[in-house]
């Protein structure tokens, strides 16, 4: 030990102590499950841990055996939950035959619903979803792929309704009154109510009536069309809380009640003011004359939150709000709002002519989920498709589509 320092001497020490306890220690650990140390501490510099995870490691030299790769789809059976719900949405009709007091030769009733809508096919929707498709009463702009349909027409909203039902198979029309616009043409109600007439002698199926958004000229039309359409079961399209403030919303109420018309309430994303607006109109009419616009946001702008807005509204009401409990409408035209729905653009996003009655087929699809019951739609080939869908939906025992393994691994 002579010649070393008091340091490399306590080291030498140490090491020959730590040597000489490790056999201990393991004797020690020998048949022992778990160890407790107390007052202990120790100086370590990198420490790796391993922890075995699965089975044994196969021995070394043995390679593990491959597991074979699945050449199907695994078999699965959806089971849906079983809810009850206690609440149910009124019933509108719109439309009337002769024998009620219109000139209709069909009317549609809308509403019913007691459950979410194809969650389970013992559930199935009282009265299917429908579909009217737009008229207005003056030209406007409209992008090509929709214009190309309507162009022979545009002058003349008779003729065009008549084409949206004879050609392309509408529920119904709407018809909006864009000229009675204050600041566009400012029409008289008397020359929207003439335009409204042209359309019921053209078409007989049931009307939409929309108006220009002015809370002071659409109650003026309103009332003017519902006189003149007496019996006729209109939908006014829309009444506002604007219109409580400026005090015309009992004009319109008292002018459907006294005609025999629904109205439509429009709000904009907000449960609260939707449930605001009906307490309104309940003072004038009974829930089956009022529809709910809960607004229609387009793809890529917002439609999430018109989703959850709807789909909120209706469990709400099927959970019993009787403030909710309202047949509901979407404006899913307003996909075209969209600029990707109809401008120009690079090769890769598709042509023109297939992207907008996309845009808009995947607005209505959206909300056909959330419990939407009527579609103002202005594409004819984004209303085959909704339909074509809605009966697949139907289909209690509808087959597994063709070719799934392909669209459910192809990689985007």
């Known amino acids: 030990m002579a010649g070393k320092s008091i340091d490399e001497r306590k080291t030498t020490r140490e090491g020959a102590l730590a040597q000489d306890a490790v056999p201990r220690l393991l004797a020690m650990l020998s048949g022992k499950e778990r160890i407790e140390l107390e007052n202990f501490s120790m100086n370590v510099g990198d420490l790796e841990l391993w922890i075995p995870t699965g089975s044994a490691a196969a021995p070394q030299g043995t390679p593990a055996a491959a597991r074979p790769k699945p050449v199907t789809l695994f078999s699965e059976t959806f089971l849906p939950p079983h809810e009850e719900f206690v609440g149910r949405i009124h019933e509108v009709h719109l439309g009337a035959t002769k024998s009620g007091g219109g000139s209709r030769g069909s009317t549609l009733v809308t509403g019913g619903s007691t459950y979410p809508p194809f969650i389970s096919a013992d559930h199935p929707a009282a009265h299917p979803p429908v579909f009217a498709l737009d008229v207005f009463d003056m030209e406007l702009p409209l992008p090509k792929v929709l214009k190309e349909n309507v162009k022979d027409v545009m002058s003349d909203p008779a003729e065009w309704a008549r084409m949206n039902v004879k050609k392309y198979g509408a529920d119904m029309i709407t018809v909006h009154l864009m000229s009675t616009d204050p600041l566009i043409r400012d029409a008289s109600p008397e020359a929207a109510a003439h335009t409204v007439e042209e359309v019921l002698q053209a078409v007989d199926v049931p009307l939409i009536i929309g108006g220009c958004g002015d809370p002071h000229k659409d109650a003026r039309v309103f009332c003017k069309v519902a006189e003149v359409a007496d019996g006729e079961r209109l939908l006014l399209n829309s009444v506002t809380l604007g219109m409580h403030e400026a005090k015309t919303l009992d004009m319109v109420a008292r002018a459907a009640k006294e005609h025999g018309h629904a109205v439509l309430g429009f709000t904009g994303l907000e449960l609260n003011q939707a ?138």
Request: glycine share 6%; aromatic share 8%; hydrophobic share 45%.
């Open 275 to 412: 449930k605001e607006l009906n307490r309104r109109l309940y003072e004038y009419l009974p829930p089956e004359d009022i529809v709910m616009d809960l607004t229609t946001v387009a793809l890529g702008y917002g439609l999430e939150y018109s989703f959850t807005i709807h789909e909120r509204a209706r469990h709400a009401a099927l959970m019993g709000d009787t403030e909710l409990q309202q047949p509901t409408i979407s404006a899913s035209t307003n996909a075209w709002a969209a600029r990707e729905a109809w401008m120009k653009m690079d090769k890769k996003y598709g042509s023109r002519g297939l992207r907008g009655p996309l845009w808009e087929t995947i607005n209505a699809l959206t909300l056909l989920l959330a419990g939407v019951d009527i579609f103002m739609m202005m594409h004819p080939a984004a209303i085959r498709t909704c339909k074509d869908m809605i009966r697949m939906f139907a289909e209690k025992d509808a087959p597994a589509p063709d070719g799934v393994s392909r669209w459910a691994t192809m990689k985007i």
